[in-house]
C-alpha cells in the first residue's frame, strides 16, 4: 500500500457505498503465469477444486500461495534474462528456492503455533 485511502481516488469504481476508500499500490512483482502453469495445484479450501478455478480473493494454503509465488518470480526473472542475458531462470529459480526454504520452514511453525495457540490445530 503506498498511500492511505483517498476519497478522491475513482471514486465510484465498484459502485458500491459501504467499501473503503481506493488506496494506492505499488507492485513489487509483475510476473504473469497461465493457467497450465497451475495444472498440478488443488485446493482444499475450494472443495479441492483445481486452483485455477477460483474467485476473486480465493484463500488458499500458505504452501500453495508459496509455490505460485515462486512461479511468478520464475516468471518475472525469465522476461529480466531475456532482457539483460543473465543467469538461467532454474539456476535462479534453484538459487531462490533453496535461500527461502528456510524463511518458509520458520513461517509455517509460526503460523501452526498461531492455530494452536487459538485451539485451531490441525485445522
Request: with cysteine.
Given at each position: 500500500?503506498?498511500?492511505e485511502?483517498?476519497?478522491?481516488l475513482?471514486?465510484g469504481?465498484?459502485?458500491?457505498?459501504?467499501?473503503?476508500p481506493?488506496?494506492?499500490?505499488?507492485?513489487?512483482?509483475?510476473?504473469?503465469?497461465?493457467?497450465?502453469?497451475?495444472?498440478?495445484?488443488?485446493?482444499?479450501?475450494?472443495?479441492?477444486?483445481?486452483?485455477?478455478?477460483?474467485?476473486?480473493?480465493?484463500?488458499?494454503?500458505?504452501?500453495?500461495?508459496?509455490?505460485?509465488?515462486?512461479?511468478?518470480?520464475?516468471?518475472?526473472?525469465?522476461?529480466?534474462?531475456?532482457?539483460?542475458?543473465?543467469?538461467?531462470?532454474?539456476?535462479?529459480?534453484?538459487?531462490?528456492?533453496?535461500?527461502?526454504?528456510?524463511?518458509?520452514?520458520?513461517a509455517?511453525?509460526?503460523?501452526?503455533?498461531?492455530r494452536?495457540?487459538?485451539?485451531?490445530?490441525?485445522?
Amino acid at each position: 500500500m503506498e498511500s492511505e485511502p483517498e476519497v478522491n481516488l475513482y471514486p465510484g469504481l465498484f459502485n458500491a457505498n459501504f467499501l473503503a476508500p481506493n488506496f494506492r499500490i505499488k507492485w513489487i512483482s509483475k510476473g504473469c503465469i497461465g493457467f497450465d502453469s497451475l495444472e498440478g495445484f488443488k485446493n482444499p479450501f475450494n472443495d479441492n477444486l483445481p486452483l485455477k478455478i477460483a474467485r476473486d480473493g480465493q484463500e488458499m494454503p500458505f504452501e500453495t500461495g508459496y509455490e505460485v509465488c515462486l512461479l511468478m518470480e520464475e516468471a518475472e526473472q525469465g522476461i529480466e534474462d531475456m532482457e539483460t542475458g543473465s543467469e538461467s531462470t532454474q539456476t535462479s529459480y534453484n538459487r531462490k528456492k533453496e535461500e527461502t526454504d528456510d524463511t518458509q520452514d520458520e513461517a509455517l511453525l509460526a503460523i501452526e503455533e498461531l492455530r494452536i495457540s487459538r485451539g485451531m490445530e490441525g485445522k
